[in-house]
């Protein structure tokens, strides 16, 4: 009732001040709004890479994640320009060029797929779920898989956590939707500053408060009441990919693997550090999605990578080639550490470490020296950030 | 070299909170070691945690991090993020079942060998919830009061004192308690001092905030003195202290209590703007 009575008042902060069905009207574009920039235009960006992807990982969930991972790192790509080179008002210069970017992306990936379609290319996304394929006892483990996210849903919707992050990160979105500056404003206090270099590399503040302009919704409720929405399944999406992916020839245990990846989170808060703690007491913020998204889908495209180099090999052996390369694979790895870049500046060193140390392995298990060469390159963009990073500090 | 390595220990142990959480872990990583039997699973769940926790408590490792984020070693236990703890907990688990169903498959009926694997399910659902701990109990988490996630006192005072459109923003001071909040809310409402003052572990100091932290009494002289050199026209005081003088014996107008917090309009700082 209080959350209810809440929403009117802050539609009311928005500048609606009229009849109640006015505000009911405004509520629902709000919603439509949400829908738009956090779903659907993401989904039409993910459709680009999905032709490269193999054909048993195209999957609505996948398209998703590409989406994301082409997003925020375009999202990077036009603001840190924008405030390094951009002296007034850069953040509207930024919104101008980055809804731009992403009306051709998005019409590039639906344009892709049409045209895939008319070419008889187009394979069908696979539902990542299909209810009538899985026993009763798996259908009871799926109920109790989805009803332990629900409750993470509605913890995160009617529950608040304090964090003193939030006065820098929530309020930096905040200061850039209301001031149309970025990172030129001290979040804490509103005093003037001089480029705040250490944290405008890492943009996600900004997005948050595109998204904010692009919706007309305050930044704060978008941070703490709407973002979980996204980034929570995200993060399901991911995980279960990975489980899909080790359970390939157990697929009955894979909604008792989710379950336990549920619990894992609910029940992982052993202490403030953990990245479970991150994940459901401070979804909103960088470090949260690189310690939950990004690292798992590094795992997971790893992952996938190497299976299915090792497939090609067994098909080759056994005189089956089949046309099929990872570069889709390895492309979206590429995106993924450019998106640890967006969320914050310390994952770009520690995903770049933890593909350094899992190619390390996988070249010796593989015997193959390329693996690690790929790596490499695979880790440029973390370098180039690097650099910018401690040529902008010195 | 030992010093940097015992950092670690404790950044360590504090990560893991002294739960059981990372016995779990570790017995899931002894448990892979032996019985995950693809050389790519064991390099991706097996040798690169094993690794990365031989490069944490490493203390070249640790030298390095510090010097590459700018001296911030207080982050140091980031680095065990890189360690997927919770996919390896929950694929030994369900691997660990499916093994016993294997193994136990022909010496007893299939029925009795689902209700062992259902069992060893089961078992770590509890152990999962026995050894962890559950993140909605935490003393940082309360029911959220607005679709903000905000105090709503704090909402009730900035509507108080904000701007109108079209209006210069605002100079103001808040109690500590208070200063995290304000500016999530909005921005037009600037401080004397936020949270970089308030955070202990940064030990910073500003004139304003000594004077509103005192442990029980508030010099109002002393404040007016500093916040009208700075053309502050808001004052907060805070619910549970005592103040030297009423704070209208210096001109100051009291617009409203709200949950205690006495808020004050300064006339005279306005008109010296």
């Known amino acids: 009732m209080r959350i209810g009575l809440n929403l009117q008042i802050a539609t009311c902060n928005l500048g609606i001040k009229n009849s109640e069905t006015e505000q009911t009207v405004m509520i629902v574009v709000k919603i439509l709004g949400i829908i738009l920039w956090m779903f659907v235009l993401p989904f039409c960006i993910g459709l680009i890479p999905l032709r490269w992807i193999p054909k048993e990982k195209k999957n609505i969930g996948v398209v998703f994640i590409a989406g994301y991972v082409i997003m925020l790192p375009m999202c990077w790509l036009v603001t840190v320009p924008a405030i390094l080179l951009v002296k007034y008002s850069s953040f509207l210069v930024m919104v101008r060029i980055f809804t731009v970017g992403m009306a051709i992306a998005a019409a590039a990936g639906v344009a892709l797929s049409a045209w895939a379609v008319r070419k008889k290319q187009w394979v069908s996304l696979k539902p990542v779920f299909r209810w009538t394929d899985v026993s009763i006892e798996e259908k009871i483990e799926w109920i109790l898989f989805l009803a332990l996210i629900a409750f993470q849903l509605y913890k995160a919707f009617t529950l608040t956590s304090f964090d003193g992050d939030d006065a820098e990160y929530v309020a930096q979105s905040l200061v850039t939707q209301q001031s149309n500056t970025m990172y030129l404003i001290k979040p804490y206090t509103g005093g003037t500053t001089s480029l705040d270099i250490r944290h405008s590399l890492a943009v996600l503040p900004i997005w948050i408060a595109y998204v904010g302009r692009m919706t007309g919704i305050h930044t704060t409720i978008l941070a703490h009441s709407v973002i979980p929405f996204v980034f929570i399944p995200l993060t399901y999406v991911v995980y279960f990919e990975i489980g899909k992916q080790l359970l390939r020839k157990k697929k009955e245990l894979l909604p008792a693997f989710m379950v336990f990846m549920a619990l894992l989170q609910i029940f992982g808060n052993v202490s403030i550090y953990t990245n479970e703690t991150f994940f459901l007491t401070r979804t909103w913020q960088g470090k949260s999605l690189a310690a939950n998204f990004v690292l798992p889908l590094i795992v997971c495209l790893l992952l996938w990578i190497f299976d299915k180099e090792n497939e090609h090999k067994t098909r080759k052996e056994g005189r089956l080639e089949e046309k099929e390369n990872t570069f889709g694979l390895w492309l979206l790895l590429w995106l993924a550490n450019m998106t640890a870049g967006v969320c914050t500046s310390m994952v770009v060193f520690l995903g770049a470490v933890m593909i350094a140390v899992i190619a390390f392995w996988m070249m010796i298990a593989e015997r193959k020296f390329s693996v690690l060469i790929k790596a490499g390159i695979v880790c440029i963009p973390n370098v180039a950030y690097m650099i910018l990073y401690l040529l902008l500090h010195i | ?273």
């Open chain 2, 1 to 273: 070299m030992y010093g940097i390595f015992m950092e670690s220990v404790v950044i360590f142990k504090n990560y893991t909170g002294n739960r059981l959480t990372i016995i779990l872990f570790l017995l899931s990583l002894v448990f892979l070691l032996f019985m995950e039997k693809d050389r790519r699973r064991r390099a991706i769940f097996v040798y690169t945690p094993l690794t990365l926790l031989f490069l944490f408590f490493f203390p070249i490792f640790r030298k390095v991090f510090v010097r590459l984020m700018s001296g911030e070693g207080d982050t140091y236990y980031r680095v065990l993020w890189l360690i997927p703890m919770g996919i390896i907990i929950a694929y030994a688990g369900v691997k660990l079942a499916a093994l016993l169903y294997d193994k136990l498959e022909g010496r007893i009926s299939s029925n009795q060998g689902n209700w062992m694997k259902r069992a060893v399910l089961a078992a770590l659902a509890i152990a999962i919830a026995f050894c962890g701990k559950y993140v909605y109990a935490s003393q940082y988490m309360s029911k959220a009061e607005n679709l903000y996630h905000l105090p709503q006192t704090v909402i009730d005072i900035c509507d108080l004192i904000a701007p109108e459109d079209g209006e210069e923003r605002i100079w103001s001071v808040f109690p500590t308690d208070l200063v995290y909040f304000v500016r999530q809310y909005d921005t037009d409402i600037q401080m004397l001092y936020g949270r970089e003052m308030v955070e202990p572990k940064w030990q910073y100091a500003e004139p304003v905030h000594t004077i509103m932290n005192n442990p029980t009494i508030i010099d109002i002289e002393e404040l007016l003195k500093l916040t009208r050199e700075r053309y502050c026209t808001y004052i907060v005081l805070p619910n549970n202290k005592e103040v030297t003088q009423a704070p209208e014996n210096f001109g100051l107008e009291l617009l409203d209590t709200i949950d205690g917090y006495p808020v004050y309009y300064d006339p005279v700082a306005a008109s010296t703007k």
